[in-house]
């Protein structure tokens, strides 16, 4: 061993006084395990008197190779390990105890117990009754090791028991096994023994080619992110999203600016300045999904009774009405325009029976129809609905009511309102307002009515 070590200085001057150095005390250590082994140290630290013996045996090996500083490591570990040896072998001498035996004291020795004579004391032995197979392998436990590399075949028949391999080499790592395709798995590992492993660093264990490592569709050999899905149109690379909107550059229209994410349009990607395009920005616009004006601070210009004044400028938001007067309705002698209806104050009246209009007060209120119809452009639609009490049959009522209601209309065309603003039905007896068992009740439900329908 030392003309190794003196080539080894030889060849790396700059080791020399490093490698003498570890050379001397490797010759301390040495003596030191031996003094070990001696005083029981087999018994009593087989652990550490191991660790002592193989690093020296490895710092040995270093220092033969003309590594000083690996071997410098292994030196160190061996000095330590040797050292605890040393102190736990002290009290490895058989023990002594006094008896007395009548004729005075006896010294008697208490020798440790070893029951299956494997050199490890039963107090620390885990398999007292099993001795060591001292192979080389876990020995300092005391149980024996029928399968060191655990690859299933016993150490009794196995050709490598320090080495994983199956029993069809005798436990020696399958190197001369059948590889069909030259992939170097073995065919009895290879789940594609006739198809070549491709070796590129994903799944090459299994022994099949992978050409499309993340499955995303796009060989490899094309594919520009091999081990990350993403889509054809991007080289199998994932798509990225440069403002974290959310939303892919692929599909973003504004892929460099954010997505303000308030409800409108939001999958476009691009940020919403002015939602309803008012021109009003939304930061400062109290209604940003419904265009406005400036005098509402972005809101709609509402005109709630549809009179075609808006409610901020409509005295009467609530009734339709006309400009001049200021959103509300204008004031007839017979009538109240409301929302849904327009409200007689008096009837029209017929004659018995007859669907002939008669007095001077039911041509007031059908001029005073006809003047608002002409008032108020916003009213669409006026069903003009005739009504009777239940004398009678329900079907000559049903007739007469309709005929009143017609003539009702035509009143009102001659008063030159569109008829296509108005329909006329006549519901007979069937919506009575008032009981007609009283000629009171009856002359109530005897009534033409004005809805407003659009």
Known sequence: MRPLLL???????????????????????????ERARRNGAMQCAPVDLAQAEAHLEFGQGELNQG?????????ELASAAAKRALEASRNCA????????????????????????????????????????????QDQDGCPDLDNDGDGVLDSEDRCPLAYGPAETQGCPAVDMPDADGDGIPDHLDKCPNAAEDMDGFEDDDGCPDPDNDGDGLLDSVDKC??????PTNYGCPIVDADGDGINDDVDQCPNEPEDM??????????????????????????????????????PDKDSDGDGIPDRLDACPDQP?????????????????????????????????????????????????????????????????????????????LKLSQRRAEAVMLALIKRKVDPARMI?????????????????GRAANRRTEFTIVE
């Open 7 to 33: 080539l080894g200085c030889a060849l790396l001057a700059t080791g020399c006084v490093s490698g003498r150095q570890l050379m001397a005390d490797a010759e301390v250590i040495s003596t030191d395990v």
């Open 67 to 75: 590594n000083s500083g690996r071997a410098a490591e292994h030196i």
């Open 94 to 137: 058989s023990k002594q105890v006094v008896v007395e035996d009548g004729s005075g004291p006896v010294v008697v020795k208490v020798t440790p117990s070893d029951r299956d004579g494997d050199g490890i004391l039963d107090d620390v032995d885990q398999c007292p009754d099993e001795p060591e197979d001292m192979d080389g392998f």
């Open 226 to 231: 091999p081990d990350v899905a993403g889509p």
């Open 262 to 299: 308030d409800g409108f349009e939001d999958e476009d990607g691009c940020p919403d300045i002015d939602n309803d395009n008012d021109g009003i920005p939304d930061t400062l616009d109290k209604c940003p999904n419904e265009a406005g004006i400036a005098e509402l601070q972005g809101c």
């Open 321 to 397: 009405g006309i400009e001049a007067e200021k959103g509300c309705p204008k004031q007839y002698a017979t009538i109240v325009v409301k929302q849904d209806k327009i409200e007689i104050k008096q009837q029209i009246n017929f004659r018995s029976g007859s669907a002939s209009i008669t007095g001077k007060g039911s041509a007031a209120v059908i001029d005073d129809v006809a003047q608002a119809m002409a008032d108020n452009p916003q009213i669409r639609k006026l069903r003009i609905e005739g009504h009777t009490d239940s004398q009678g049959s329900a079907s000559s009522n």
């Open 424 to 440: 006329a039905i006549g519901y007979g007896e069937e919506q009575p307002i008032e009981d007609n068992s009283t000629a009171a």
